[in-house]
């Protein structure tokens, strides 16, 4: 089984200024690794994931990702943020050796990101 | 970009009611999903549904709950008799190929309050 930790539940910051979501996982198993967005009254859109391969992942939005094994960490960051980046951002792990129909993702409790002017 | 749509956007209903909650996934996917967001909570994974059965369902996923797929483009999720307890934003899910790395398309979410 897997668990996410994502250790700030608000991070309020301002306008152009950097940020950094924190997101850990535990698993005995290797893990793919996703980062989705909710922004007010939509769904969950996927921002990132890490499936194999260079452990920095470049998403949607200028949003990246570094995969961490040793410190088991997936953090979220952005140079610089924008008005239209408040919103709520969720971490979660998939298992590798699930797949189709037993495909599931385990989700943090999210961090509310607010982005002032 | 072909979405996933969930209806009502917001359902408030008396203890004990049934409630159906509806999805309409992307139409070439093939798996379909359930989760739920307790308030101030993690999404959490309910059930999975494929070639008109259940694949894997949580332990919350009870004898009150139950999902279909009615007419083949609908997904639908039926709690019997609500309980206060399952207040929380109710999320769809669908996803196309049967690979581990699949990107899971969810919906804006149904959130259902229980009084």
């Known amino acids: 089984a897997q668990s996410v930790t994502q250790l700030d539940s608000q991070v309020p910051v301002f306008e152009e200024a950097p940020v950094e979501l924190r997101c850990n996982y535990s698993s005995s198993v290797s893990v793919y690794l996703f980062w989705y967005v909710q922004y007010p009254n939509q769904g969950l859109q996927l921002l990132l994931k890490y499936l194999s391969g260079s452990t920095l992942v470049k998403g949607i939005n200028g949003f990246e990702a570094e995969f961490n094994k040793s410190q088991t960490s997936f953090h979220l960051r952005k140079p610089s943020v924008h008005i239209s980046d408040t919103a709520e951002y969720f971490c979660a792990v998939s298992d590798v050796l699930s797949g189709g129909s037993n495909y599931k993702l385990t989700f943090g409790k999210g961090t509310l990101l607010t982005v002032n002017p | 970009e072909p979405e996933v749509t969930q209806t009502p956007s917001h359902q408030v209903t008396q203890m004990g009611q049934e409630v159906i909650l509806r999805c309409v996934p992307i139409s070439n996917h093939l798996y379909f999903y359930w989760y739920r967001q307790i308030l101030g909570q993690k999404v959490e994974f309910l059930v999975s549904?494929?070639?008109?059965?259940?694949?894997?369902k949580s332990e919350i996923f009870d004898d009150q709950f139950s999902v279909e797929r009615p007419d083949g483009s609908n997904f639908t999720l039926k709690i019997r008799s609500t309980k206060l307890e399952d207040s929380a934003m109710y999320f769809c899910a669908s996803a196309k190929v049967r690979v581990p790395s699949n990107v899971l398309t969810f919906g804006a979410g149904s959130r259902l309050t229980v009084l």
């Open positions: 549904f494929y070639n008109n059965e259940i694949s894997e």
